[in-house]
């Protein structure tokens, strides 16, 4: 029996005035970050004009049962920030195994994402797409910046789950109705 090959090391500067970004390889940390297998979420929002916004993410995570919280990130440079910081209420839609083009959709630019697509308004209006797996209604808790990011804590105001629904996986960079054994 042949022993799997041992994992390319990442090295972290341990001076801290040194900034890690300086020393950790940025793709080498991307590719590291791709063999945790994910959920594949769209957020979606109401801007204070009406528009829609919506974009894949997989940043997105459990924070507390009580009170009800849940997190995602998005870049700051991303042309949604605006919607997203300064909007009430989102919608984070957990894609279902057969939703792999509806992510596919909203990680294009430059489309009218929302087109054809069959949606209802949820809490404070934030678009909430059929046929996702589950999908949790937040109000906008709280932002925090951090690196190229900004965490965004929503406040669970609303949830449904589809009983038997089988989720949208991503991982190294493929998405995945199940994960390979």
């Known amino acids: 029996m042949s022993l799997p090959p041992s994992p390319t090391p990442l090295h972290i500067n341990s001076d801290p005035a040194v900034a890690v970004a300086s020393v950790l390889d940025s793709q080498q940390f991307r590719a590291a970050l791709g063999m945790f297998a994910t959920g594949v979420t ?13 974009l894949t993410a997989n940043s997105f995570n459990s924070v507390s049962l009580t009170p009800p919280l849940v997190l995602w990130s998005l870049g700051k440079r991303a042309g949604s920030m605006p919607v997203f910081s300064r909007g009430s209420h989102y919608a984070i839609n957990i894609l279902a195994a057969d939703q792999k083009d509806l992510a596919q959709r909203f990680a294009t630019r430059d489309i009218d994402r929302f087109a054809g697509v069959r949606w209802r308004e949820g809490c404070g ?8 797996a589950a999908v949790f209604e937040c109000a906008n808790r709280s932002q925090y910046e951090e690196g190229d990011h900004v965490i965004f804590v929503g406040e669970v105001e609303a949830c449904s789950r589809v ?19």
């Not at 769209?42 to 919506?54: H, K, M, P, S, Y």
């Not at 209006?125 to 996702?132: I, K, R």
């Open 163 to 181: 009983e038997q629904a089988q989720p949208l996986i991503f991982h190294g960079g493929r998405y995945y109705t199940e994960l390979p054994i």
């Open 42 to 54: 769209i957020v979606t929002a109401r801007g204070e004009d009406g528009t829609l916004v919506g």
């Open 125 to 132: 209006g934030a678009p909430v797409l059929e046929g996702c």
